[in-house]
């Protein structure tokens, strides 16, 4: 008798898949183990490079016509922001400290201000 070889098609399925997978995964590296995709792919690299380049330039060109800021000169606004809070942050503390060292005198009691005139004589 012979063997009934009934054959499941998820079997054969994935059988047919590993065996693509590895002729794919072969040539692939064949193919990028050549000086000649190196060297394409360092080309493609630097093409990419120089068209973002020549985009943001272009762009820049192009928002300075429409007279808006540039990404360029938005950084350059924040960084002058941030650079301006923290003078401000440090004015303030150092005005707390001023104006709590003021409303005390050496007593303990809230002291005014400087006194530089004397009162009018009552000899009139």
Known sequence: MAEDKSVDPSVQ??????????AVDEFSNRVMGTDEFSKSMNQMQSLQIEFQKQFGELMARQLASFNMPSRDDIIELSEDIRSLDRRM???ERHLEKLVAGTK????GRPKGPARTKKPPSETA
């Open 104 to 107: 005390q005198g050496s007593s």
């Open 89 to 91: 942050a440090h004015v």
């Open 13 to 22: 399925f994935q059988e047919w898949v590993t065996q693509w997978e590895r």
